[in-house]
């Protein structure tokens, strides 16, 4: 049988196989075995989560942990469609630790993944890999003896027009230094900066469609800011310098 992971790496091997039992993400609620039986690298590519370009989904896993241990999870997602999860903002630390579970008993990790505005339209893979203790941010191994790996296929689509003149959000100047403004057609409730690990690394309240955050404090680099307003959530790419 052709190799189920090509041209992408794997699959990888686990000593010791402790599953994850439920993936759901933007249509996918996969559920599958707690098995110790089950296969190291299980592949659902016929599992397909359907995202939009610059938006913001919720993915939440469940999964069995041997006992009174923690796991923790890395997600990969090929944005460019390279054949690789080597690029920047394409590993993301799932925040959240999974203490004994049975992976049945609805203990979940949730986190947000803020799709690139730039992310390349059409199917990529998404590999989601659970370690026992640590996270390894490797996607090609398995960083630890007790664990396991799943790929499944993640569909991305671009942002409609009509979506686009709706938002007529302004989020400006970019790059920016200190202070960014933000310009929206309707209230903005509240602003979310995300590193491109998918991290949150800063959250504004607000109660109005002009406003402005001060993000001097943040590292040089890319950041992904989520604008949650009363017309739905928008994402935009912006640059600290």
Same mark, same amino acid.
């Given at each position: 049988?052709?190799?189920?992971?090509?041209?992408?790496?794997?699959?990888?091997?686990?000593?010791?196989?402790?599953?994850? /039992?439920?993936?759901?993400?933007?249509? #996918?609620?996969?559920? $599958?075995?707690?098995?110790?039986?089950?296969?190291?690298?299980?592949?659902? %590519?016929?599992?397909?989560? @359907?995202? /939009?370009?610059?938006?913001?989904?919720?993915?939440?896993?469940?999964?069995?942990?041997?006992?009174?241990? @923690?796991?923790?999870?890395? =997600?990969? #997602?090929?944005?460019?469609?390279?054949?690789?999860?080597?690029?920047?903002?394409?590993? #993301? %630390?799932? @925040?959240?630790?999974?203490?004994?579970? /049975?992976? $049945?008993?609805?203990?979940?990790?949730?986190?947000?993944?803020?799709?690139?505005?730039?992310? *390349?339209?059409?199917?990529? +893979?998404? +590999?989601?890999?659970?370690?026992?203790? *640590?996270?390894?941010?490797?996607?090609?191994?398995?960083?630890?003896?007790?664990?396991?790996?799943?790929?499944?296929?993640?569909?991305?689509?671009?942002?409609? &027009?009509?979506?686009? /003149?709706?938002?007529?959000?302004? =989020?400006?100047?970019?790059?920016?230094?200190? &202070?960014?403004? #933000?310009?929206?057609? $309707?209230?903005?409730?509240? =602003?979310?900066?995300?590193?491109?690990?998918?991290?949150? &690394? $800063? *959250?504004? %309240?607000?109660?109005?469609?002009?406003?402005?955050?001060?993000?001097?404090?943040?590292?040089?680099?890319?950041?992904?800011?989520?604008?949650?307003?009363? @017309?739905?959530?928008? *994402? &935009?790419?912006? =640059?600290?310098?």
């Amino acid at each position: 049988m052709a190799n189920p992971a090509a041209p992408y790496c794997g699959p990888l091997v686990f000593s010791f196989v402790e599953p994850i /039992t439920n993936v759901t993400f933007a249509g #996918i609620n996969n559920t $599958s075995s707690a098995a110790t039986s089950s296969a190291a690298h299980e592949f659902f %590519l016929d599992k397909i989560a @359907n995202v /939009t370009a610059g938006g913001t989904y919720t993915l939440s896993l469940q999964g069995y942990t041997g006992g009174n241990y @923690n796991n923790k999870f890395y =997600v990969f #997602i090929d944005w460019n469609q390279n054949g690789n999860f080597n690029d920047p903002g394409e590993a #993301i %630390l799932i @925040n959240g630790t999974l203490t004994n579970s /049975t992976g $049945s008993d609805g203990k979940t990790v949730t986190q947000d993944i803020v799709i690139p505005a730039d992310a *390349t339209i059409g199917n990529t +893979r998404m +590999r989601i890999k659970k370690t026992f203790s *640590t996270a390894y941010p490797d996607p090609c191994t398995n960083g630890s003896s007790f664990g396991q790996a799943e790929d499944y296929t993640v569909n991305i689509a671009s942002l409609a &027009v009509s979506d686009v /003149t709706k938002a007529q959000t302004k =989020v400006y100047p970019n790059p920016v230094v200190d &202070v960014l403004n #933000i310009d929206a057609a $309707s209230k903005v409730n509240s =602003v979310s900066v995300y590193d491109l690990s998918g991290k949150v &690394v $800063s *959250t504004h %309240l607000l109660n109005s469609a002009k406003s402005q955050i001060n993000l001097a404090k943040l590292a040089p680099g890319a950041y992904m800011v989520k604008i949650d307003t009363e @017309n739905g959530p928008q *994402t &935009v790419k912006i =640059v600290k310098e």
